[in-house]
């Protein structure tokens, strides 16, 4: 396997879809957010993401059963008050490399370009690695308008105060080079577990901006199912992180073989 | 060298045959298996594997002969108390770079599959960090059926507990887009060293469950000849591991020039 | 996005320019030369360079607006006492690989000697760890004769003291297989702050050269002015880096998703 | 620049030559020894390589020249009592990275070859960390018959201890697979500064060898010579490994921009 692949086994007719992104960030908070909108909305899974620069691994779920690593696409038709169609990117795993993030973001912008996306909103955490009580939603956008919308919707805008690291920035990035503007809404969190308190005021914006109606209560029950799985996840990719410090030879030797 | 190359030098027929794997890993767990089941039912090499993504090294063996880093394919015809047909990859090393992985794997895929295999089982170590008196054996498979299958053979499933990291893993999430089922097999052990014990738990179990009669008693010997001569190679390992960390130019000032 | 590539556009049409590099690097020193530069002398922007080994990220600037990484390419028109034309370079960032690198400024030597350059000047800041009173400027060049003529201007030739790392370095050694002959010129600073005293060194040094006629003393307000931006960009590559060494997957779940 | 290239600008016509290679490494044992044979064989340059995964920069030479980044194939004719023809490959660095490595090695073999060479000697030091009062020289082969012959030359064989890392392995490994059959010689060193006494030892044995007839006791005036130099190659090395631990984008910030 040398190049990042989609493998799409659903044909599916959208109309100027706003796209979506959540894959795995700090304290999970968008793929919360993600896995609520898509269970609740009852997305479909039309596509999936392989690529040889995520982590050589395959994740072991509930039951001793084999999960590859991957990122998946989902899609809605005509919903919420507006009636707008969506593409829903959630996953288990980002890419490792910089040409490896490139490359997949590059192919996941030309995708959902094909079906017509003018606006993407990519969601994630804020880490502050201290408690954090009432979490804020922190915002950025590709253009000056869209900047200053987020505002009528309680969220602070980050100032020059850094940047945003993986697909939730990079998407971004590549897309305004396809006319598709965007922003990133990011939960406040302490990082390091997961963050249903970040995830539900991520939640809340994004409701109202895209005039959905989804039952925000609920997503505190589907936190509590997944924490055991993730924080379980987590600790694995920990221990790759830790494995590729030093090298993946010897990281073998620790771990499996 | 800018690619991973099999060099194939002996044309084998093979009826469907199930693929093994036990490359280097924890406590060469699955390595001892795999190279006791190549001795004792006396199995053929056929096909080298040889990749750019190897460690950019040598290994000396015994009397100063230098060992080119590889991968190894044998088959056995007609083997055990069903007649089956097998291929077993063994080597002294695996790739290094996530990408370098996902390229080995997916090539060691389609060779096996162009023989018809249609199930796999990958071997390895699962570390502990502490003594072990009474090595369980691990399992995960690619399907639910295959897992529950595992239980007959006091094989403990694992569950949401991380994931498989390297080949092990790698090669039965590759294998699942090319529908070849398959499970790996996972000897608990501490780590670290050449464990015949975890060993023999796995090849106890292997040999139920493919029906094959290899003497067990036998692989502690051949641990003990070789527990001198891998443990050398983990120390190298680790001494690469440690030069990655500070990148090859140095490591190269440190170890030879 | 698998490649480097460059999106120019505005045809210009150039005399022999003078090819000026000022990539970001240590106390920015070469950075704010360039942008003093391009700013006081009203260069002009003709073209961008986007690369899959600048980092996987955007830039979050005033108001929230989010900045892809980028290198950009302004012009000058018979600038100076020589009527001379140039080419500079600057941007958010360098390449993160060595092959990155390698492909980038491999790139830019191959854009820029398209306009004929014959002669380029590379800029940054030779760190020493320790407060600077007066700051000397350090050079180092692709010839005997350049680098003779660079003591005229008071500069200090480095001397078998080790090298000179990143694009400031690698762009003078690809012109050198194109015919371009080059020098560095380094300003000496403790490093890790915005060093406007550095760079009012470098630029002295460079307008006697080019025999340019730029004011200096307003390069202190604007070090002043981007100080607390960049500080805060710094900050976050100091970030990623950090991420960088526990592998992105485990960056990606301290800092967004 | 996205390969690795050999700039030949001399036709050479060699007879079944063989080939010595001796790029950087621990003490710089190796390199002493070829620049030895270099300059008092007085053999000519023909080609140089270049690499983009050589690091991403440039030396600074005496009188703050810029030398780029390559490795350097010379050549002799009817050298010594044998009349032998040799080709000799040194340089100031070597890959980066894995797949780096193997594409440059595999490059370097594919243009000896093409010369008739049968017989590679690999030369560098075994760095033991402790001092050493009596330098030994230790090998190893790639046949037994090559090993064996060492012996005569009071080689010690080195035995199942680990391997050979970097150019002096890899270039023997991948030769096996062209019939080309080779030797590493290793100058036992404490490692870290320039070790002629190391290198005299090396060179000792590679002269009775070869029957080649050059004055040893020089080998110690050259190290004195390029020991002031090289040892800031070395420390710059050190700096571009550590600035490789933070990313290449932190190390930018602390040494050049």
Chains 1, 2, 3, 4 share one sequence.
Do not use: W
Not at 11 to 21: G, K, Q, S, T, Y
Not at 88 to 106: A, D, H, K, M
């Amino acid at each position: 396997m040398n190049k990042t692949i989609i493998n799409q086994f659903k044909d599916v007719d959208l109309d100027e879809p706003i796209f979506i992104e959540a894959l795995p960030g700090i304290g999970h908070v968008g793929k919360l957010v993600a896995e609520h909108l898509i269970h609740e909305l009852e997305a479909d899974l039309f596509a999936e993401l392989y690529s040889p620069s995520f982590p050589p691994q395959v994740f072991v779920g509930e039951n001793g059963i084999i999960e590859p690593m991957k990122n998946e696409f989902y899609y809605l038709k005509s919903a919420g008050e507006d009636k707008k169609d969506y593409i829903i990117l959630v996953g288990n795993t980002q890419g490792l490399s910089p040409e490896g993030q490139y490359e997949i973001c590059g192919i996941i912008i030309d995708f959902v370009k094909k079906y017509g996306v003018k606006k993407m909103f990519t969601l994630g955490g804020l880490g502050t690695g201290q408690p954090v009580d009432n979490p804020k939603v922190f915002g950025a956008a590709t253009s000056n308008e869209l900047a200053e919308s987020l505002k009528e919707y309680e969220v602070t805008l980050r100032s020059a105060d850094g940047g945003i690291i993986g697909a939730s920035g990079l998407l971004l990035g590549l897309g305004m080079a396809k006319s598709i503007e965007g922003a990133c809404l990011m939960g406040e969190t302490p990082g390091y577990f997961i963050d249903a308190d970040a995830s539900k005021a991520v939640l809340s914006v994004l409701l109202q901006i895209l005039k959905l109606d989804v039952d925000v209560a609920k997503l505190e029950e589907r936190a509590e199912e997944t924490r055991k799985m993730i924080s379980k996840a987590q600790q694995m990719e920990r221990e790759i992180a830790e494995g590729m410090r030093l090298a993946p030879g010897e990281e073998d030797l620790r771990y499996i073989g």
